[in-house]
């Protein structure tokens, strides 16, 4: 099955990607870690990409095709995916059409105060991606599934969350109508428990949970 997640920053589409991923054993492609990687790398595609990221501005879309484009061209994507941050604009939209059949879009929707709640307070793992929570952390500072430090990302600061959440409107929610008018949209409420969305979501794609 080829699955995108649509949602505004912080909806929970990485938490709940990488879950899904693993249930179905199939592979998570979040745009997000993909670049944050180049970054740390200092790549070409990393150096185009940083200021973009850093700002919480969207990278121009022909260096997000090319890399979705190599990326479902490799072995572990011929059994499905899930697409977690592509597409996110219009073009991107048109331009993956005409390289993968999509199958199901999950739309994540969660209003922007408690988006910016979850994004003041979360933290990641650069190195596996886990991503985590204050609130549920307690003393911890390290990653739980690979043990290297937990840290905050440079667009989780106030004023960038802020950008992303007026990007995501302008730019990616049109993208709502997009899919709906293919029948291809699934809604989710995503304020209501980790355990409850991941729990509705399997149960839409017919999965066991
Ligand atoms: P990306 O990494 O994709 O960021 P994003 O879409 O802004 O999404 P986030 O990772 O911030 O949020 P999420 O929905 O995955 O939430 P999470 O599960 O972490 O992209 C980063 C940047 O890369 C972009 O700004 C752009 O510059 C560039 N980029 C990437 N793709 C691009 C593209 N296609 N085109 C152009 N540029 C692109 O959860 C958030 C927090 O909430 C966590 O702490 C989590 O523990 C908590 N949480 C999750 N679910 C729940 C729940 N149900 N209840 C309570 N808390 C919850």
């Known amino acids: 099955m080829n699955i995108i997640f649509l949602g505004p920053p912080g909806a929970g589409k990485g938490t709940q990607a990488q879950r899904i991923c693993d249930a179905l054993n199939i592979p998570q492609i979040s745009t997000g870690d993909i670049l944050r990687k180049a970054i740390k790398e200092g790549t070409p595609t990393g150096l185009k990409a940083k200021e973009y990221v850093e700002a919480g501005k969207l990278v121009p879309d022909e260096v997000l ?3 979705i484009r190599d990326r479902l061209a490799m072995d572990d994507c011929k059994q499905g995916y899930i697409l977690d941050g592509f597409p996110r604009t219009v073009p991107q939209a048109e331009a993956l059409e005409k390289i993968a059949n999509i199958d199901c879009v999950v739309e994540l929707a969660v209003d922007d105060e408690n988006l ?73 409420d995503g304020m209501k428990g980790m355990e409850e969305v991941y729990q509705s979501i399997m149960e839409t794609l017919g999965a066991k949970a």
């Open 65 to 67: 095709v090319e890399i």
């Open 116 to 188: 910016i709640k979850r994004l003041s307070g979360r933290r990641v793992c650069l190195n596996c991606g886990a991503t985590y929570h204050v609130s549920l952390l307690g003393d911890r500072t390290t990653c739980e599934k690979c043990g290297e430090p937990l840290i905050q990302r440079k667009d989780d600061a106030p004023e960038t969350v802020l950008n992303r959440l007026t990007v995501y409107h302008e730019q990616t929610a049109p993208l709502i109508a997009f899919y709906e008018s293919r029948n291809l949209l699934k809604r989710f």
